[in-house]
């Protein structure tokens, strides 16, 4: 799984890729370049309009000196905008970039960058060498390419934007940011979204075991991760071995809960699926899913179930069940949206629930949970002390979902649209996370590929539907997620 480093470690990780590669820095600069062309020429820029490549006096100029080169070469229209004194010392890479700027390109300062002209803007002033706020001075460039009402690439990093602390400073508001190896951190924030608009990672011929020195906690799960995760079911399987699993789930008015996340189960694999509903209630359910049992006995063996997911809309009032729930369980559970809203306002059934079990809330209810939060590394580091603390599993929804393991580790999730912003889409996660853990996964892998497969079935409903997608196309869209990352 892909590390994130912090914006320290690029240097010595650059270092150790460049002995073993045996290439020169200058060469790896060259990779980021080629790399960022590459993805330039899939986006099919209108070639009509020109290119403007704000540079700084650094490493990331020396990206955005040699991207003007190399489209340059492509036939765009090219300008180069200096963002530093004539006469500055530039480092050695950004300097070599420079003299090899071609002819045809003309090289500006800065303030002569007219903003209304169209054409799109590349942002190459500052990156991971930022260490603290802006320099006044930079304060203005930033400004003026913000000016700007086209279409704006950051990149590495939006300048301005530190790259793993919270930024109060002006920064360059992108559209996409092309960054480089790994994901910096704050570019997963939900808070910087504004400034880092759409994030594109370029691989720039690192691997990850060249990351294996470098100690952190934070992850980026990519679909190459996913597969192995996977458990492999023979030939002869039966519906026991797909477990049995129950879901808790669903109230008066509120039974499309019970309905997406039972479903969602019986989609993601499950062989056998219960909700347990209001006995009133049930002829929603069991025509609306006729594969689906029902039971209503409060004093039912929970034990029986491989899996249980307790919590999509079952009302506040559900605390004794609950608590009896937790007292019964041995094995971990999934606990959701009520549950979790009952826990944090009785934070003493908090040491009642089954270690390495796997809560999901979203923003509000983890708020509930934990307290309020500054900003999201500070809200990361509150999770990963919670979930060390009580030895569970902690999923923080949203873009880039982060799942927080009871070691400490925080994995970023790569799968999702904004299309996922939809009522119930949590129901169906929570369906495809018991079910996962009835059938044998262990919560880590459960976590993993539930998260992931969610987000994918999430993309390919978007793909089809845009804003109209709702909770079920994401259910419906789980097989082929199968499909497409071979699953038998
Ligand atoms: N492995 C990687 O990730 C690679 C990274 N490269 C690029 O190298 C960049 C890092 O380069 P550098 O370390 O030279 O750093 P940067 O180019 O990000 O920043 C250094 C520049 O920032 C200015 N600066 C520093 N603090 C400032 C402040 N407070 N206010 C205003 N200006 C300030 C300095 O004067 C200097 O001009 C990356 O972001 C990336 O674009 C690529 O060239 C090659 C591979
Ligand atoms: N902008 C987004 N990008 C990616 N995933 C998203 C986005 N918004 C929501 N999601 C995903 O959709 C699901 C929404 O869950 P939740 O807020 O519990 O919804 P509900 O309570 O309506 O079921 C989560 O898995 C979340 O990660
Ligand atoms: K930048």
Not at 194 to 208: N, T, Y
Not at 317 to 341: E, F, G, M, R, Y
Request: charged share 20%.
């Amino acid at each position: 799984m892909l590390k994130i480093l912090s914006g320290d470690q690029v240097k010595e990780l650059d270092r150790i890729h460049i002995q073993n590669a045996g290439i020169s820095s200058h060469e790896l600069m060259e990779r980021a370049a080629l790399s960022f062309i590459s993805w330039w020429k899939s986006m099919e820029f209108p070639k009509n309009l020109p290119v403007f490549v704000f540079c700084g006096a650094g490493n990331n100029g020396g990206d955005g000196f040699a991207i003007a080169r190399l489209l340059f070469k492509e036939g765009w229209e090219v300008q180069v905008f200096r963002c530093f004194e004539e006469g500055s010392v530039l480092s050695a890479d950004a300097q070599k970039n420079l003299d090899w700027v071609p002819e045809g390109v003309l090289i500006y300062d800065w303030k002569e960058f007219n903003s209304s002209r169209e054409g799109l803007l590349i942002d190459s002033f500052l990156g991971v060498g930022l260490k603290s706020p802006i320099r006044n001075s930079a304060v203005p460039i930033i400004e003026c390419m913000n000016s700007f009402p086209g279409t704006k690439i950051s990149i590495d990093l939006p300048s301005g934007l530190l790259a793993d602390s919270p930024t109060f400073g002006p920064r360059v508001k992108a559209d996409f940011t092309v960054t480089f190896a790994f994901p910096k951190l704050a570019l997963l924030f939900p808070e910087n979204s504004s400034f880092s608009g759409k994030m594109v990672l370029a691989d720039i011929g690192i691997s990850e075991s060249e990351y294996a020195s470098f100690p952190t906690s934070y992850f980026f799960l990519q679909e190459k991760d996913i597969l192995s995760r996977h458990r492999v079911f023979g030939q002869f399987a039966h519906k026991g071995d797909f477990g049995k699993v129950a879901l808790v789930a669903g109230s008066k008015g509120k039974m499309g809960a019970a309905i997406l996340c039972s479903k969602a189960a019986l989609r993601t694999g499950s062989g056998l699926v219960t909700a347990f509903v209001p006995e009133d209630e049930r002829g929603i359910i069991q025509s609306a899913v006729p594969e689906v049992m029902c039971e209503f006995d409060e004093n039912t063996d929970w034990n029986k179930f491989d899996a249980l997911g307790v919590g999509p809309a079952i009302g506040l009032d559900k605390k004794d069940l609950l608590q009896d729930i937790l007292k019964a369980c041995s094995k971990p559970i999934v606990l959701d949206a009520d549950a979790i809203t009952l826990i944090a306002s009785n934070q003493d059934l908090i040491s009642l629930i089954p270690k390495n079990s796997i809560l999901t809330p979203h923003l509000g209810e983890l708020e509930r949970l934990i307290g309020k939060s500054t900003d999201h590394l500070d809200r990361l580091m509150k999770v990963k002390e919670f979930c060390m603390k009580w030895q569970l599993n902690l999923l923080i929804k949203g873009a880039y979902s982060v799942l927080s393991l009871v070691d400490g580790r925080q994995l970023f999730n790569s799968s999702g649209t904004q299309y996922m912003a939809t009522a119930g889409a949590g129901d169906v996660l929570t369906g495809m996370l018991t079910s996962f853990l009835g059938q044998g996964y262990a919560p880590e892998n459960a976590l993993i590929c539930g998260v992931y497969h969610h987000g994918k079935a999430g993309e390919l409903a978007g793909q089809q539907n845009r804003r109209s997608t709702i909770a079920s196309d994401i259910s419906e869209n789980i097989g082929k997620t199968y499909t497409l990352l071979n699953v038998l």
